[in-house]
């Protein structure tokens, strides 16, 4: 039996990469992402189901599992992928509307993605199914300048371990995969230079994206009898281990 696979934030990098591994390896893909023309495109050049979705929008998302339950009408994996950072900020700078579309994206938008997805798959026959969520190198390690991103991150690490307590009575996994440098057009910026905890500006290796996806198919095809709770995957020589 294909299995299913739906992928947030799936128009581009991490997210379109991982969606490119899945469908490689024969999986039924649903791409879920805000830009309806990106996400019709990617999907329809990769044969997968292409969602428009605002992941911070519970109707949306319901919208979106929808879909799922009319279409390949089971759920096996999930890479809660979508999110978004701001640009250097520190907490006085950081207004609140600009806090709450982080945290609505980030946060609100990582559950309500793993609420549905833990209810199709505790409802579903045969039951479990896992959830992988992108919890970044920013769920153990700030950035200067990132209040909002790593606060939302940091929160990911406690989800993660909630559905997998929750979920041991009916096989569903969850685990998360932090994520350092993947080359992306989030992390373009990173050649050019990007601010250090000294306060200098530098710029930082990154890697090949599909290394990431490689790391999250792995992931997504264990039996369900074993799980990776974390997995950190980054550029080897990124400032991360020590003091800078």
Request: glycine share 10%.
């Amino acid at each position: 039996m294909t299995q299913t696979i739906l992928v947030t934030g799936a128009s581009q990098g991490i997210g379109l990469a991982v969606s490119e591994a899945f469908a490689e390896a024969g999986w039924t893909v649903v791409m879920a992402a805000r830009t309806a023309q990106k996400i019709t495109t990617e999907a329809g050049r990769l044969g997968a189901i292409g969602v428009p979705t605002d992941v911070g929008d519970p109707d949306a998302v319901g919208t979106l599992f929808d879909e799922i339950a009319k279409g390949p009408g089971r759920l096996d994996a999930v890479f809660n992928n979508a999110g978004m950072g701001t640009p250097p900020l520190d907490p006085g700078e950081l207004d609140f509307a600009l806090w709450r579309k982080v945290a609505s994206v980030n946060l609100d938008g990582a559950f309500l993605i793993a609420s549905h997805a833990f209810r199709m798959m505790k409802a579903q026959s045969p039951q479990g199914g896992r959830i992988i969520n992108n919890g970044s190198i920013s769920a153990t390690t700030p950035r200067p300048g990132s209040t909002a991103y790593t606060t939302t991150k940091h929160a990911i690490t406690g989800l993660t371990k909630c559905i997998a307590l929750d979920g041991r009575p009916y096989q569903i996994r969850a685990s998360q995969i932090d994520i350092g440098n993947a080359e992306s057009p989030m992390t373009a910026r990173m050649k050019d230079g990007v601010p250090q905890a000294s306060g200098a500006l530098a710029p930082e290796p990154v890697m090949d994206v599909r290394l990431v996806a490689n790391a999250v198919l792995q992931m997504a095809s264990l039996p369900l009898e074993a799980t990776t709770l974390f997995q950190t995957i980054m550029a080897a020589d990124m400032p991360f281990v020590g003091r800078g």
